[in-house]
């Protein structure tokens, strides 16, 4: 490797879909930092001070590999002129619409870095680049469409067949705003920008490649242009969008659970762009248990696999995640070796076939089994391997043992047929032996001289 | 007169609201559905046979689509709107007790929540398919939901969320109606919202489409 790994090269690795050693972990930490504070959202998203703790508090406890600055779709509309409603347990929303009230686009004027809470998020940028260099710091955007829909409320989607002119010249303005923002963050230091635009869930393809693409691809050209990463967030069901929204060029694309990982996956590296999500936020990281959050994001990381992929929740975090499941999610990313045991455990909750084992023992030969995590990077694995061989070789043909390593199928039959639950494991003659801990080779002769008494 | 109420639901259908809308552009210039409507009524068709022969069929075939795929939410509201200009020429014949709905229902979007495309979406929808609807707009809590729920005991109650952060606010809902009546249907939908969920928390009934709550009322009534 010719630079460090870091999460930030993991992130950048993964944006430019290449293949990574580690899937890097980006929980959408918005509101919820505020729960780690033990304060309100409304208090949080005012002040920089609390931006940073909250984040650096996130950071200490899920050791992310990135984590967005602040998780707010109405910094910019609030700058607009739309009135917020500050309710305590989630981000602000939106209750006055300007267009609707008689105020013109032509009257509103792109906002400058000073105004409204800009300089709130921009100022916890800056301080959280210094003190994390080695995370990829994602600033978010609001993407023009939803931005629009701020702005002129839910007509929009009406005028888009009564007025298309209207509409395009609101989302003009739009992306403009977006290219501020992008900027603003850019010049904070943050490695990605994020153009979240949830709103696009809720149109057809044709309206989205009509009123959407070109602002959207004018935003990440504009990010391109400033050699800085861009992702398109988007919530809710946008299956219907994806190509489109690849067609866009962003770096990346961002899900939610409501679109199967595994079509976002073929169409985002069909199209040579990175994707990332879709850990189900409420049924399972609010609601579930840790270990029920760890299966989770194993069968996203299963499903997407280390090309291009950006493990993170489909979209903000409810504010009262418990850590608890993060932290899990955390370990697991984090441990290759739970992953493997994970995964186990989970064949044998499915019907996995168990093997006749019946003509694998001998009566004149003891029988090895080790089973194992296939990984360089599982160099217990490889020292117990190396451990059992030392002891056998001795014995000479009265020892057989064999490395069983769980990502094949014959693996994962083997370890469950033998009862195994950790890794590595080493089985002698069918009974569990020695648990994850590398015996002396001292120490597993003697082990293989008591069953060798046994034998013919 | 069967001709004349197939132009209606052929307008609700497609989001033509009335003559000077441009939408869709095939039937540019041409009536929609709040002259063929007013038309209908002057010709001796009643509210019922409207709603049931036209607005209920247009809206039917919109929410299949919906449901499908086929179309989304700008399209929808375009139908709704087509429907709400025809409905505005029934309503005061069903006010005068005239004519008769099928049930009640009572909708908001949750407490926290100021979103109310979804909710006006699912009211048009069941409107359109000749239930009375009750809306109680945005970030309605518990005690609302309660109070409407008394005065309509055989109301049949939706709640709406966008977001995953005000989704977990339906489920004090749910609970408060359950605990004063637990016969009280409460049928949940929105964005984020899953069937998990809705086990999860005990409502009644989870919807991806306003469809999927039309077919549950109508079974219901039946």
Redesign the interface.
């Known amino acids: 490797m010719d630079y460090k790994q870091t999460g930030l090269s993991l992130v950048k690795k993964a944006f430019n879909h290449e293949t990574v050693e580690r899937i890097p972990w980006v929980p959408f930490a918005g509101v919820h930092a505020a729960k780690l504070l033990g304060i309100g959202a409304e208090k949080y998203l005012k002040s920089p001070d609390l931006i940073f703790k909250g984040v650096s508090k996130a950071v200490e406890l899920y050791k992310p590999d990135g984590i967005p600055v602040a998780f707010d779709l109405q910094i910019e509309a609030e700058t607009l002129g739309c009135q917020l409603n500050w309710p305590d347990n989630s981000p602000p929303s939106v209750i006055s619409h300007p267009l609707q009230e008689g105020v013109k686009i032509e009257d509103l004027s792109i906002p400058s870095a000073s105004d409204g809470r800009i300089p709130v998020v921009m100022e916890a940028a800056s301080k959280l680049r210094e003190k994390y260099p080695d995370i990829a710091l994602y600033g978010l955007i609001t993407g023009p469409f939803t931005l629009a829909l701020h702005l002129i409320g839910t007509d929009i989607f009406m005028k888009m067949f009564e007025d298309p002119d209207e509409v395009n010249k609101v989302m003009s303005f739009c992306a403009d705003v977006g290219k501020m923002m992008a900027d603003c963050y850019i010049g904070a230091g943050c490695d990605v920008v994020a153009m979240v635009d949830p709103m696009t869930s809720q149109i057809d393809p044709h309206s989205f490649e009509t009123f959407v693409s070109p602002y959207a691809t004018d935003i990440f050209a504009f990010i391109r242009e400033k050699q800085s990463l861009s992702s398109f967030f988007v919530c809710g069901n946008a299956k219907q969008n994806i190509e489109a929204m690849c067609k866009c060029k962003p770096d990346n694309v961002s899900i939610d659970e409501n679109i199967p990982l595994d079509y976002v996956r073929d169409v985002a590296l069909e199209n040579e762009i990175s994707f990332g999500g879709n850990m189900r936020l409420t049924t399972v990281l609010l609601m579930g248990k840790p270990e029920d959050c760890q299966r989770e994001a194993l069968e996203c990381m299963d499903t997407a696999g280390r090309k291009g992929f950006v493990l993170a929740p489909g979209c903000d975090l409810p504010m009262d995640t418990p850590p608890e499941n993060l932290e899990a999610v955390t370990d697991l990313v984090h441990n290759e070796m739970l992953q493997g045991e994970l995964r186990a455990s989970a064949a044998t909750i499915t019907e996995v076939e168990k093997l006749d084992l019946s003509s694998h023992w001998s009566k004149d030969k003891v029988i090895i089994d080790i089973i194992t995590l296939d990984s360089a990077s599982c160099a217990p694995c490889q020292y117990m391997v190396n451990a059992v061989a030392r002891a056998s070789d001795p014995f000479g043909e009265k020892v057989i043992y064999k490395e069983h390593k769980i990502t094949g199928k014959e693996g994962v039959q083997m370890m469950t047929s033998l009862g195994v639950r950790n890794l590595p494991t080493i089985v002698i003659d069918g009974n569990i032996e020695f648990i994850s801990q590398i015996p002396p080779v001292g120490k597993l002769e003697d082990k293989i001289k008591e069953y060798l008494k046994s034998k013919k | 007169m069967e001709e004349l109420l197939k132009q209606i639901a052929h307008c609700v259908e497609f989001?033509k609201i009335n003559q000077a809308?441009?939408?869709?552009p095939d039937l540019k210039g041409k009536d929609g559905a709040d002259e063929l409507t007013k038309k209908a009524l002057d010709q001796g068709a009643t509210a019922e046979e409207i709603l049931t022969n036209a607005l209920i069929v247009g809206m039917g075939k919109v929410g299949v689509k919906f449901r499908e795929?086929k179309?989304?939410?700008?399209?929808v509201?375009?139908s709704a709107?087509a429907m709400s200009a025809a409905m505005a020429h029934l309503k005061p014949l069903f006010a005068s007790g005239a004519a008769k709905r099928k049930g009640t229902f009572i909708i908001g979007t949750v407490q926290?929540?100021?979103?109310?495309?979804g909710k006006?979406l699912v009211s048009m929808m069941v409107e359109g398919n000749g239930y009375e609807v009750i809306d109680l707009g945005v970030?309605v809590n518990a005690d609302t939901f309660l109070t409407e729920a008394e005065k309509y005991p055989h109301a049949v109650i939706g709640l709406s969320a966008l977001?995953?952060?005000?989704?977990?606010n339906m489920e004090n809902i749910v609970n408060a109606l359950k605990e004063k009546n637990p016969e009280t249907k409460v049928c949940i939908g929105g964005?984020?919202v899953?069937q998990?969920?809705c086990n999860?928390i005990n409502a009644d009934l989870y919807s991806?489409d306003p469809q999927g709550l039309v077919e549950y009322l109508d079974k219901l009534a039946s």
């Open positions: 989001g809308s441009p939408y869709p795929n179309v989304f939410v700008p399209q509201l375009m709107k926290g929540d100021l979103h109310d495309i006006n970030d977001l995953t952060t005000t989704m977990v964005a984020p899953t998990d969920f999860k991806p």
